[in-house]
């Protein structure tokens, strides 16, 4: 469990920043988490700050919901570059579904906690093809603190780390639930991959 490194500390010289990532697949608990350290900032009297992609309306239009049914009020964003302008004054900044913004939210990022705030990511790290999603991997590597979360695989009930797409869509971004995706480990991600391919040709 993740615990924070000085969380309601203030330091002589101003508060001090950083980043955290909270990367994985599908149904692997990552707005969970994020909601979890959020719901902790605010207990501790921290003044908090959470935004999502206008998108990602699946379950509601401004809340961050996971998928057990876990809520948090949040901001719907069309741009990165809106969280700079709405951000104010506040010590703690929340961004989920990360994955679906431009490669400019790795510069909002860097830009918040360069500022003193200390920003929590929550995003895919990878897509419904296994490749590295969006501005993640980037996200990744600028951050000071990365949490990789994992969910229990579908077909074999091990651990895993990729989301197998149900549908025959190729689009990159699709939002969806169980109807689908599904968690898979890596061999059960492979062989859908290869079973698609010969269904294809």
């Known amino acids: 469990m993740f615990i924070e490194p000085h969380l309601g500390s203030r330091r002589e010289h101003g508060r001090v920043g950083w980043i955290e990532v909270i ?35 699946r379950y509601h ?10 809520s948090i009020r949040s901001t719907p964003v069309n ?16 961004i989920d579904e990360a994955q679906f913004f431009d490669d400019a939210i790795i510069e909002v990022c860097n830009t918040l906690a360069n ?14 093809e296994g490749k590295p999603f969006g501005p993640m ?3 990744l590597a600028v951050a000071e603190f990365v949490t990789k979360v994992h969910a229990i695989c579908a077909q074999t009930g091990e651990l895993a780390s990729f989301s197998f797409r149900l549908t025959a869509s190729e689009q990159q971004v699709m939002l969806g639930e169980r109807k689908e995706y599904e968690a898979r480990n890596r061999q059960s991600f492979m062989e859908g991959m290869k079973k698609r391919k010969k269904t294809d040709l």
Do not use: W
């Open 137 to 139: 991997p980037n996200l």
């Open 23 to 57: 990367a994985g697949c599908m149904f692997s608990g990552k707005t969970e988490e994020l909601i979890r350290r959020l719901n902790r900032a605010i207990i501790a009297r921290q003044k908090v700050e959470i935004f999502k992609p206008v998108i990602d309306k």
């Open 115 to 128: 500022g003193g705030k200390r920003v929590i990511v929550a995003g895919l790290d990878m897509d419904y």
């Open 61 to 70: 239009h401004e809340q961050i919901v996971s998928h057990n049914a876990n």
């Open 79 to 94: 741009f990165a570059s809106d969280i700079l302008l709405l951000a104010g004054d506040c010590e703690v900044v929340g």
